[in-house]
């Protein structure tokens, strides 16, 4: 069951077709796949790593919940020449911030 004013994980990646930063041809596949996750309005996935060889990608990383986890998963399967997706992101729990939030709340 998704959280009252949370986005369901295909909603947001239909949301963020990444304004076709994945189309453009001329990046290689792990630069398509940094600017996706770095144009995601979750800050906790602008540093998730991706290791690819011919198709297969592989995500590395932390993420605060299961949630964002298949999140960047499924941004990732958005990018063109995706093929396979091994997600090692590890799940971890949140950082509490001086304000009171956990690091990977909206």
């Known amino acids: 069951m998704a959280d009252e004013g949370v986005p369901s994980v295909a909603k947001l990646a239909a949301a963020t077709e990444v304004v076709s930063i994945h189309r453009r041809a001329s990046l290689t596949l792990p630069h398509r796949l940094r600017r996706c996750f770095r144009a995601s309005p979750y800050t906790v996935l602008h ?60």
């Open 47 to 106: 540093d998730i790593e991706c290791d690819c060889q011919e198709g297969a990608v592989t995500l590395r990383g932390e993420a605060a919940s299961f949630f964002l986890k298949q999140v960047a998963q499924e941004l990732a399967r958005k990018v063109q020449g995706v093929e396979r997706i091994t997600n090692r992101i590890d799940v971890v729990a949140a950082k509490p911030h001086r304000n009171g939030r956990q690091e990977g709340d909206c």
